[in-house]
Nanobody
């Protein structure tokens, strides 16, 4: 079993910062990668950032230079540092964990956290 708990959302003014965290708990799994998707009103869900257990990262173009994803493999935790936030970043952010359990590969999702950026 894998449980994923996400925290760190909130309301900030444009130009401000937030840090999201995502922690996986349970046993019998190995993390391949973690990251975040976001869902804004009236828009398609998009992948924001991803980091593999080896440290390779990917970002959507719109957040490059502003967001930084990192991880602590020993604690099964990922962090998303979001700087220079803009109203366009307003969305529900969902973390995910790509894991291996035995011979199978699964994706687990956090509960989501609201990020709201005011003008």
């Amino acid at each position: 079993q894998v449980q994923l708990v996400e925290s760190g959302g909130g309301l900030v003014q444009a130009g401000g910062s937030l840090r999201l965290s995502c922690a996986a708990s349970g046993s019998g799994f190995t993390i391949n990668a973690m990251g975040w998707y976001r869902q804004a009103p009236g828009k398609q869900r998009e992948s924001v950032a991803r980091i593999t257990s080896g440290g390779s990262t990917n970002y959507v173009d719109s957040v490059k230079g502003r967001f930084t994803i990192s991880r602590d493999n020993a604690k099964n935790t990922a962090l998303l540092q979001m700087d220079s936030l803009q109203p366009e970043d307003t969305a529900v952010y969902y973390c995910y964990c790509d894991v291996a359990i035995g011979l199978r590969r699964y994706n687990y999702w956090g509960q989501g956290t609201q990020v709201t950026v005011s003008s």
